[in-house]
């Protein structure tokens, strides 16, 4: 069964190594759209959307290891932060 995801970057320069890390985590078929912060309307991130089969839990523990350890995606910790069920993604991580 396929589970619905999103994420954000913290940047929307970040938005370009994410196709890199969604085909890393086996990914291929996702959707990225450019938001402006509520409070900071001039400051843009990404939200990227997708299906996978892992669990939330599995799904954001890899994208965690790749992250924090390919150099490719140096400072993109927030995608696994934010990563979360449904459409939009978990604006509350810095609570769990």
């Known amino acids: 069964m396929m589970t619905q995801y999103a ?3 913290e940047c929307a320069f970040d ?3 994410v196709p890199a890390l969604l085909s890393a985590l086996g990914v291929r078929d996702f959707t ?13 991130m990404v ?6 089969p892992i669990t939330l839990d599995e799904f954001r523990r890899r994208m965690e290891e790749i ?4 150099s490719r995606f140096t400072d993109m910790h927030r995608c696994y932060q934010t990563l979360a069920v449904g ?8 609570l769990r």
């Open 87 to 94: 459409y939009e993604p978990d604006e509350k991580w810095f």
């Open 32 to 44: 990225g759209t450019i938001v402006n912060d509520i409070r900071v309307p001039v400051y843009e």
């Open 47 to 52: 939200v990227f959307r997708f299906q996978s």
């Open 15 to 17: 938005g370009k190594q």
């Open 67 to 70: 992250v924090e350890s390919d």
């Open 7 to 9: 994420f954000r970057t």
